[in-house]
């Protein structure tokens, strides 16, 4: 830098007539250090932001730029302190693409590369030699971590495998090496390992992957560790690594001048009396003659940092200073932004070629491809290509004279994909880098070797797995348990329903069953045994178009006639016993002619639908494919969307049931049928809701026949039990029952405000299961017409 600003200041073409000057301070690699001296350095500056120059005199200037510093993490810190009081700063070896957020870090600019740049290069020569299986070790400061994700993600798009990615710390554990081994010995086939670290962390790996004899990986980084391989003895586990550094040739002034240097001088800086102290020491010498020192490289992006604040000012002064006078005079500080502005857009002749900043404040972006060789036993860093971002080709690399590890002659091949013997097909994995080979699953056929390729419906591979060959659908059999057991609890309904119409006809004169309306008990019996029909068209017929639309109806019109008698009845229990209330005389509608003519009118509205329904969207034989049954088929019944209007009709009768149910709960217990009947649609709708969505939803064949015919069975089950077992149990087993003698001045009103219903009264009012009420002629108060009449429990 010292160098960089004699040169300057002895140009007449560059900030003539100014001197520039100086305060250069070492920040220690620490964070704290380099805020703490960033505020030292612009401590003074006014917080009114005068104008960049006034053209003044004055004898020393305030701090107008900042150079460095030369790594990521104290750079940060510089460059959040600066932009507070919009100074600018220029540093020449901070790479962490954090730094290019112009939101954050307004007023940094560098003419050093973005690891992004750096990243593209690595990534280049990992496509050059056809590598697609990496691991990815990186430290856990700003350039690694930024560095390392911004690979992995750009790696991805490239279709490039990251078979792992590793931290590592400053100093890392034993522990933490060692497992890093573990992991490049477990993923065998990764040749290729990407180390974005400092120099401690790359020895830290280098020195563990040397005691357990791992020599097999090409180590592919930065210089920044690069070339402390020999002095750590470090340099054989290292043999056929990959560095990718920015482009610095030497410059030959610096290098004059730096030989020049003398330590015993007393205009020497410090800094480098205390560096030639130690290097001599170490060294055993006396004189820098015969011990030079190792200068590094970094000579060009310093003098480049420094020359672009030089052009700036030198732009900025030759903008607004006309005069030879104000030129010739101190300078006030500069205006940050103005100064800002003006570095954003120079553009120079560096010791490396053309510098200028892009939008983001970055250098433009050219790297050296090295490799780590051994000849003659020295190890040497060999350069054996060049990327530049601005010309095309961007990567140029001599394979020939590449030197791999082991001594190999071929380049590693650093994939995970296999070749797969026949009858199995290539599986590509990992970001299509890795494959693996797998079976075709069975209903494929593999195509070319690397395609499982499904058959299409209704097609099964052959035995060879080449071609596609139909499948043959057969229906449910019945040697299924479970059909089995659907099928006897059908047939045994079917025999309880039998039998229980043959109770009830041979019973018709019992008082119990004049009272359930015989009619609409004889089409209530009808719809049960056609639910059972139902059932056992769907266990056993096979499915056809004629079938399959006559299951549909048979479904449909089961359930109306089960449910619209009962809607009947119970809607005629809560009209009688509210009109009960004000009035003697029966509602209308409520003879047993009326009500079977409305059942009659519901039921043929319930077949036409289905005649519609069948016509408009029949229902049609459907085949099921699953899977697991392999070479194998079923055919079902599928019922078309024209069968949801019949469902809806019945879903309309069965919750008028349950809301008529409801209504007549507070009618007296010995005419409560309605409870009964409640029952018995409650548990129809929670049926249904069950049945339903298994039916419409489940991909096997046996669930949908045997819900929807379980559904019909306990629905019939549950009527039958409900409605007319407990009748029959009162019957058989019960005392015989007769009209009872109630006085014949109490009216139903009277009878409908009492469970136990006065004795005494010449009208016998059936109860909740009858048809009707009768008015019978009053007779004197001693008189009766048979027994005394049924508790409730008869009832």
């Known amino acids: 830098m010292i160098f960089s600003i004699n040169e300057i200041n002895r140009r007449d073409d560059l900030l003539a007539n100014v001197t520039l000057g100086y305060d250069i301070r070492d920040d220690c690699r620490s964070e704290e250090v380099a805020m703490w001296t960033t505020l030292s350095f612009i401590q003074n500056i006014s917080k009114s932001f005068p104008e960049y120059l006034d053209c003044t005199p004055q004898n020393a200037g305030p701090v107008s730029g900042i150079v460095g510093t030369g790594f990521s993490r104290t750079s940060i810190f510089v460059a959040k302190t600066a932009s507070m009081f919009q100074v600018p700063v220029v540093s020449y070896a901070a790479s962490s693409d954090e730094l290019s957020d112009k939101s954050s870090y307004p007023y940094f600019l560098r003419t050093y590369p973005p690891d992004t740049l750096q990243v593209k290069v690595i990534l280049d020569v990992v496509l050059h030699f056809e590598w697609e299986y990496i691991a990815l070790l990186y430290s856990l400061e700003s350039d690694g971590i930024r560095g390392a994700f911004a690979l992995q993600e750009q790696a991805e798009e490239m279709g490039i495998c990251v078979a792992f990615l590793s931290p590592m710390r400053e100093f890392p554990s ?458 194998y088929s079923e055919i079902f019944c599928a019922f078309g969307y024209g069968f949801i209007a019949p469902c809806l009709l019945n879903l309309t009768i069965i919750v008028g049931c349950c809301l008529f149910a409801f209504l007549s709960r507070k009618v007296p217990d010995n005419y409560n049928e309605s409870r009964f009947i409640g029952v018995s649609v409650y548990t129809t709708l929670v049926l249904c809701v069950a049945a339903v969505p298994v039916y419409t939803s489940t991909n096997e064949v046996l669930p949908k026949v045997a819900s929807m015919s379980l559904a019909l069975t306990l629905n019939a089950y549950l009527s039958l039990v409900c409605l007319y077992i407990s009748k029959l149990y009162v019957i058989v087993f019960g005392n015989r029952v007769e009209p009872r003698a109630i006085p014949a001045s109490t009216t139903l009103q009277e009878m409908t405000m009492s469970s136990s219903a006065i004795p005494n009264v010449r009208c016998m009012v059936t109860s909740a299961w009858g048809s009707e009420i009768r008015q019978v002629k009053a007779m004197g108060p001693a008189q009766s017409v048979g027994s005394p009449g049924p508790s409730k429990s008869e009832y």
């Open 174 to 631: 034993d522990d933490e090496l060692q497992n890093t081994i573990e992991k490049l010995q477990t993923h065998s086939k990764v040749d290729v390992v990407v180390l974005f670290g400092a120099k401690n962390e790359a020895q830290a790996v280098l020195r563990a992957a040397k005691e357990s004899g791992l020599r097999r990986i090409v180590w592919l980084g930065t210089t920044h560790w690069g070339y402390r391989l020999s002095a750590d003895h470090l340099e054989d586990v290292a043999t056929g690594a990959l560095f990718v550094r920015d482009y610095r040739p030497t410059v030959k002034a610096f290098g004059e001048y730096y030989a020049s240097l003398d330590p015993f001088s007393p205009d020497t800086s410090p800094w480098f009396k205390e560096l030639a102290h130690e290097w001599l020491s170490a060294r055993h010498c006396s004189n820098l003659s015969v011990c030079p020192l190792d200068r590094g490289n970094t000579e060009g992006l310093v003098m480049n940092s420094v020359y672009a604040f030089a052009h700036a000012m030198d732009t900025l002064l030759r903008q607004n200073c006309t005069d030879e006078l104000c030129r010739s005079k101190n300078r006030q500080q500069m205006d940050g932004t103005s100064l800002l502005h003006t570095l954003k857009n120079v553009q120079f002749e560096g010791p490396y070629g053309q510098v200028s900043f892009d939008s983001n404040g970055d250098g433009r972006g050219k790297y050296v491809v090295s490799n780590w060789q051994r000849h003659n036993g020295k190890y040497t860093m060999v350069d054996v290509g060049l990327w530049d971002a601005v010309n095309a080709p961007r990567l140029w690399i001599q394979d020939g004279i590449i030197q791999w590890p082991n001594n190999n002659s071929s380049r590693p091949r650093s994939t995970c994909r296999v070749d797969c013997p026949p009858g199995y097909a290539i599986s590509t994995l990992r970001q299509r880098c890795c494959s693996d080979c797998i079976s075709c699953p069975d209903n494929s056929i593999v195509v070319n070797g690397t395609v499982c390729s499904p058959c299409e419906r209704a097609h099964w591979p052959d035995k060879e797995f080449m071609t596609c060959v139909s499948i043959v659908p057969t229906s449910i059999q019945l040697k299924n348990p479970v059909l089995a057991s659907v099928l006897s609890l059908v047939i045994f309904g079917m025999v309880c329903c039998l039998l229980t119409g043959l109770c009830l006809v041979a019973k018709h004169k019992h008082p119990l069953i004049k009272a359930t309306s015989r009619e609409l008990t004889s089409i209530h019996l009808a719809g049960l045994m056609l639910s059972y029909g139902a059932a056992i068209m769907l266990l056993t017929a096979t499915p056809s178009v004629e079938g399959c639309i006559a299951s549909e109806s048979l479904i449909s019109i089961s359930f109306t006639m089960s449910y619209a008698p009962t809607l009947l009845k119970v809607i005629r229990i809560q009209r009688i016993f509210k009109m009960g209330r004000v009035t003697n005389k029966p509602p209308r509608l409520t003879s047993p002619k009326s009500q079977v003519a409305i059942v009659i009118t519901i039921i043929v509205a319930q077949l036409i639908m289905s005649i519609v329904s069948a016509t408009v969207s029949p229902s049609a034989p459907s085949t099921l494919y699953t899977l697991d049954m392999g070479n």
